[in-house]
């Protein structure tokens, strides 16, 4: 309750306000001029990049007709977010295989993590959703309905992919970052101490895994399946 007894307003949400006030005069931009004008500022630069002052220079207006449209860089990362995971093609038939619809969604999703890194930087919040993301949700869902596991089940399965996809992206693009001659010489030295003698189960697990030890993306698709079978049986 409010002051003199009034109920204090819910905040909304970006996606709950009108993008354009009924009074005022007609907006000269709009929330997918700012959305895409900060995906090409963090797809260059990072997510540091982002600032309202820089979104607002590259649409060459001031900082402060932002917030007309948003209340803050928070919002703009949640557009941001939104507008990259549209990017996912969920327009396929699902086969019924559960496991099978949830690794080609990974896979989209891996890509784009890929395509657009400063994902990674993005602060973590389970209900950073918007409409697409909704949509996703959605589908995984809808995915996952041939599965015998509860409601609260399949959603920790879609959390937890999720995850899954965030940590071997994160390895894939250090691995792109890193130069090939250390990988080979840290993969070489892993090798090497493992048969010396005193790792004899570690020996035996690398055995003939010296490929996939500097490549994720071969791993990829292999640790999300096994994931998979492993949480919906």
């Known amino acids: 309750m409010g002051r003199g007894g009034l109920v204090a307003e819910e905040p909304l949400t970006v996606w709950e306000r009108p993008e354009r006030g009924a009074r005022g005069p007609r907006p000269d931009r709009s929330r997918a001029q700012i959305t895409a004008a900060a995906v090409e500022l963090a797809d260059a630069d990072g997510l540091t990049a982002?600032?309202?002052?820089?979104?607002?220079?590259k649409l060459a207006t001031?900082?402060?007709s932002l917030y007309r449209y948003v209340s803050g860089r928070a919002e703009i990362l949640d557009l941001m977010v939104d507008a990259v995971v549209g990017e996912i093609d969920l327009g396929a038939r699902l086969s019924g295989d559960p496991v099978e619809d949830l690794l080609a969604l990974a896979v989209q999703s891996q890509a784009i993590h890929l395509r657009h890194p400063w994902?990674?930087?993005?602060?973590?919040?389970?209900?950073?959703?918007?409409p697409n993301g909704l949509d996703y949700l959605e589908h995984a869902l809808r995915a996952l309905a041939p599965a015998s596991l509860s409601d609260q089940a399949k959603l920790e399965t879609i959390g937890l992919l999720n995850g899954l996809v965030t940590q071997l992206s994160r390895a894939e693009l250090?691995?792109?970052r890193s130069s090939t001659?250390?990988?080979q010489a840290q993969a070489a030295y892993l090798i090497n101490a493992a048969v010396a003698g005193r790792h004899p189960l570690l020996a035996q697990a690398l055995a003939g895994q010296a490929d996939t030890l500097t490549a994720p993306r071969v791993q990829f698709e292999r640790l999300a399946r096994r994931v998979l079978v492993g949480l919906i049986g």
């Open 62 to 64: 001031g900082p402060a």
């Open 174 to 176: 250090h691995v792109q």
């Open 119 to 130: 994902l990674l930087d993005v602060p973590s919040e389970p209900l950073r959703l918007g």
């Open 181 to 183: 001659g250390r990988q």
């Open 50 to 57: 982002v600032s309202m002052r820089r979104v607002a220079t």
